[in-house]
């Protein structure tokens, strides 16, 4: 464990459902992160949190719906997915964000999403 | 475009060998880092390089960093079969707020 916990491990969703992805850390970091990681393509920054305020989209299409309720917890909801959104998501976190950040970040494992 | 490219793609080396691998990046950069991924699994941090450092140990690891280029290498010294994974370098971007870029890293196989 990294001290980034991500679940569901594994998700298998049809194209009408909604589902969301769950990310927590107690590591007191005030920054938290969403990435794609699909196959042969690098990874893919989605969403920046910091001090629960959003700082950073991407260019997500709204099918993707972040939420961070607070700076331990954040979701990323999900609705009408594409099979082309199958892959590899990543919650990170770090100490802080922003320009001249010098902070590295803890990933959590991921979930592997399948949309079918 | 990316803002982080590693090379080569893959390397393959026998047990005992040094590994480098370089990352070339495009636009002024406050930090790099590099990460270590095993297969299917979350980016673990392994050093993080100031713009205003040349080169940085940790362990077996041994990163250089030059400005004047654009450029990163990461050295793994006495290569072990548990090294094997793929390696990514990360750079900030001075000019956008919040954004971190990972390049599409390099494949290390090393054979026992």
């Known amino acids: 464990e990294t001290g980034v916990t991500q679940t569901p491990r594994h998700l298998v969703m049809g194209m009408t459902n909604k589902k969301s992805l769950k990310c927590e850390q107690h590591?007191?970091?005030?920054?938290m992160y969403w990435y794609k990681q699909s196959a042969k393509k690098p990874l893919e920054l989605m969403f920046v949190?910091?001090?629960?305020?959003?700082?950073e989209n991407n260019s997500v299409p709204s099918r993707f719906s972040p939420e961070c309720p607070n700076s331990s917890h954040l979701f990323l909801h999900l609705h009408t997915l594409q099979p082309e959104d199958s892959a590899l998501y990543l919650c990170?976190?770090?100490?802080?964000?922003?320009?001249?950040?010098?902070?590295?970040?803890?990933f959590g494992s991921g979930t592997r999403l399948t949309v079918v | 475009s990316q803002q982080g490219e590693e090379d080569p793609q893959a390397l393959s080396i026998q047990e005992g060998e040094n590994a480098t691998m370089n990352c070339s990046y495009k636009t002024s950069i406050n930090n790099l880092q590099w990460y270590r991924q095993n297969s299917g699994r979350g980016l673990v941090h392994l050093i993080l390089?100031?713009?205003?450092?040349r080169e940085k140990h940790s362990g077996r690891l041994r990163v250089t960093l030059d400005t004047s280029k654009k450029s990163s290498s990461l050295l793994i010294t006495a290569s072990r079969a548990a090294d094997t994974a793929s390696y990514f370098c990360a750079t900030d971007d001075r000019t956008s707020y919040d954004k971190v870029i990972f390049g599409p890293g390099t494949s290390l196989s090393v054979i026992p």
């Open positions: 949190y910091n001090f629960k305020e959003q700082t």
């Open positions: 390089i100031r713009s205003n450092e």
């Open positions: 590591l007191g970091h005030n920054a």
């Open positions: 990170a976190s770090s100490q802080g964000a922003g320009r001249g950040f010098n902070y590295g970040y803890t």
